[in-house]
């Protein structure tokens, strides 16, 4: 089977009615068809020889070689070439490299593929529309160039901004977190104060009801004269005007003085706790900057 298919591929391959050459990377001659053994047949054989020696017979490479391009570039070169017949006749033709590669991507040879043009205009012709070709495939090479870079540029700058972005969250978490601390501090210290303040005017008021009104009492069913008992009346006023803010509100939050609570007594020098009857009792204490109701 095997060798039916290379029968195959070798009558296929000399059947072709253009001149194929197959050649390695340093252009020495691996293959050819049978139209390359009649274009060369004063030539023969030419297999294992230089391309530009056993076609051209040159030293050297041609100069406008299109198999030593392909080579070089790793791409398919076109060129319209001009050739002298044996019996002195000029002629044209077209020849184009294609550049063969294995299975790993390496470059191994050439495929040059060579066809007869009949006349000098019909050769000019393909001559010119090769360079109109060579002209768009240079242009596109360079749009196309300088859209990769611009291509490139754009994804840096999406990566630098994802990156900016990545750490403006960061910081923007970090601060929110550091809010909410600092927020639930503050509530705590707002609720102490309340506290505090709520627990100084009950303090007041307790004091002012408990330590200054029941004397003041007393010194009105005193014996005082006008004068005194007009004092006495100036005082309960002023104390009435001191003591009506916070009744008013207590009223308001519904908050009733507790009992049997240690108080700062800025009256006394005592501390004295409350009876369960109502009647007060000297406690021998060491401080005596508190005052128990």
Excluded at 95 to 120: M, W, Y
Aim: glycine residues 4%; charged residues 30%.
């Amino acid at each position: 089977m095997k060798h039916e298919r290379g029968k195959l591929l070798c009558s296929a391959f000399d059947a072709i009615c253009h001149g194929i050459s197959v050649l390695d990377s340093d252009l020495n001659i691996l293959l050819v068809n049978k139209t390359v053994e009649k274009l060369h047949s004063h030539a023969l054989p030419v297999l294992g020889r230089k391309c530009y020696e056993a076609y051209h017979g040159k030293s050297k490479c041609c100069e406008f070689c299109p198999a030593e391009r392909s080579l070089k570039n790793h791409s398919v070169q076109h060129e319209i070439v001009p050739v002298v017949e044996l019996d002195g006749a000029e002629g044209w033709r077209e020849a184009s490299a294609f550049p063969v590669f294995d299975q790993n991507a390496n470059l191994t040879g050439v495929v040059v593929c060579v066809r007869e043009i009949k006349g000098r205009e019909e050769a000019e012709e393909l001559q010119k529309e090769y360079c109109k070709l060579e002209k768009r495939l240079h242009e596109r090479t360079i749009e196309l160039s300088k859209t990769k870079k611009e291509l490139h540029a754009a994804i840096s700058c999406l990566k630098k901004a994802e990156k900016s972005q990545k750490k403006t969250r960061a910081e923007l978490e970090l601060q929110a977190c550091k809010l909410e601390e600092t927020n639930t501090a503050l509530n705590v210290l707002m609720q102490q104060r309340i506290e505090a303040k709520t627990e100084l005017e009950e303090t007041v008021l307790l004091n002012a009801k408990e330590l200054i009104a029941p004397f003041l009492e007393r010194l009105k069913k005193s014996r005082l004269d006008s004068k005194q008992k007009t004092y006495v009346n100036i005082i309960e006023s002023n104390l009435n005007e001191i003591v009506a803010p916070l009744v008013r509100e207590f009223s308001k939050v519904k908050i009733r003085p507790q009992r049997g609570r240690l108080w700062l007594n800025p009256w006394k020098g005592i501390k004295l706790p409350l009876h369960p009857e109502g009647v007060r009792v000297e406690l021998p204490l060491s401080n005596n900057n508190l005052c128990c109701v």
